[in-house]
Nanobody, 127 residues
């Protein structure tokens, strides 16, 4: 059974930093693109960042570009999201997702292209 387990969320002041982790029990983790998405209260889930299977390509939402960094360690079956300069509008439940065969860069921000999802971890940024 595939499991994606996020950790590292919490409460932080504006301007602070957090690092989220997502541990995956995928058999061929290195074959999957990985993504982070978030959902704020009363809003739809939105794309945050994604990374190709090799880590050679990364993609970011405009709202987090320059502040967040996605990375992965295929030896540990883990993907990370480093979040700096956090803002109150970053408050949301952050979920990781795994997708295989994302053949176009457009797919990396498309939720429907991801096969597996974690339960999410809460990030709260106070002003």
């Amino acid at each position: 059974q595939v499991q994606l387990v996020e950790s590292g969320g919490g409460l932080v002041q504006a301007g602070g930093s957090l690092r989220l982790s997502c541990a995956a029990s995928l058999r061929s983790f290195s074959a999957y693109a990985m993504g982070w998405f978030r959902q704020a209260p009363g809003k739809e889930r939105e794309f945050v960042a994604s990374i190709s299977w090799s880590g050679g390509s990364t993609y970011y939402a405009d709202s987090v570009k320059g502040r967040f960094t996605i990375s992965r360690d295929n030896a540990k079956n883990t993907v990370y999201l480093r979040m700096n300069s956090l803002k109150p509008e970053d408050t949301a439940v952050y979920s990781c997702a795994a997708g295989r065969g994302l053949s176009s860069s457009n797919y990396y921000s498309t939720q429907a292209k991801y096969d597996y999802w974690g339960q999410g971890t809460q990030v709260t940024v106070s002003s």
